[in-house]
Antibody, heavy 116, light 110 residues
Framework: QVQLVQSGAEVKEPGASVKVSCKASGYTFTTHEIIWVRQATGQGLEWMGW????????NFAQKFQGRVTMTRDTSISTAYMELTSLRSEDTAVYYC?????????WGQGTLVTVSS | QSALTQPRSVSGSPGQSVTISCTGT?????????VSWYQQHPGKAPKLIIFDVTRRPSGVPDRFSGSKSGNTASLTISGLQAEDEADYYC??????????FGGGTKLTVL
């Protein structure tokens, strides 16, 4: 069965960076894009970016341009999202999801807390 | 790019029907038949309930249906049940490998 398993919760200081991983199983990793979405506490879902797991092509929401990187390691079927220059407003749950006929499969979410 | 517009809340009694609207623009909802809807219970990851405007993933009850007219997509839930109480989000493809979500709608089952 398809599964996306994300890395554990992180606590970071303002100005630091965080890298969240998303390990896929149950399907051929390079056949479907990975989408990253975040959700601040009590807020809605926010699309962050798109990763083509085959070519490595990425596209990001304008508000994250210059601060986010999305990569993948096809040998271990894992996608990564790195966000730099963290600020308190980046405190949120970060999700990865597989893009195929909608976002049918989601990771469990990774809570990133930015606090001094 | 602003979020798609959804009502902040809707409510209905068990057995009734409710419809949640999702208004975008001619660059997203109006341009593509790639609108999806997600149900999210507190503390859980979103769950896909509608994709490609009208299609239901296997396992999703046919009480959930989707439609679109122009720049507005809609999710209708008929025969409301207590477990339908959740937050609902629409999402549209917006071209050039991008998506946009709605602001979310809280459904209360009275």
């Amino acid at each position: 069965q398809v599964q996306l398993v994300q890395s554990g919760a992180e606590v970071k200081e303002p100005g630091a960076s965080v890298k969240v991983s998303c390990k896929a199983s149950g399907y051929t990793f390079t056949t479907h894009e990975i989408i990253w979405v975040r959700q601040a506490t009590g807020q809605g879902l926010e699309w962050m970016g798109w990763l083509n797991t085959n070519s490595g092509y990425t596209n990001f929401a304008q508000k994250f341009q210059g601060r986010v990187t999305m990569t993948r390691d096809t040998s271990i079927s894992t996608a990564y999202m790195e966000l730099t220059s963290l600020r308190s407003e980046d405190t949120a749950v970060y999700y990865c999801a597989r893009n195929a006929e909608g976002l049918r499969y989601w990771g469990q979410g990774t809570l990133v807390t930015v606090s001094s | 790019q602003s979020a798609l517009t959804q009502p902040r809340s809707v409510s209905g009694s068990p057995g009734q029907s409710v419809t949640i609207s999702c208004t975008g623009t001619s660059s997203d909802v109006g341009a593509y038949n790639y609108v999806s809807w997600y149900q999210q219970h507190p503390g859980k990851a979103p769950k896909l309930i509608i994709f490609d405007v009208t299609r239901r993933p296997s396992g999703v009850p046919d009480r959930f249906s989707g439609s679109k007219s122009g720049n507005t997509a809609s999710l209708t839930i008929s025969g409301l049940q207590a477990e339908d109480e959740a937050d609902y989000y629409c999402c549209s493809y917006a071209g050039t490998y991008s998506f946009i979500f709605g602001g979310g709608t809280k459904l209360t089952v009275l």
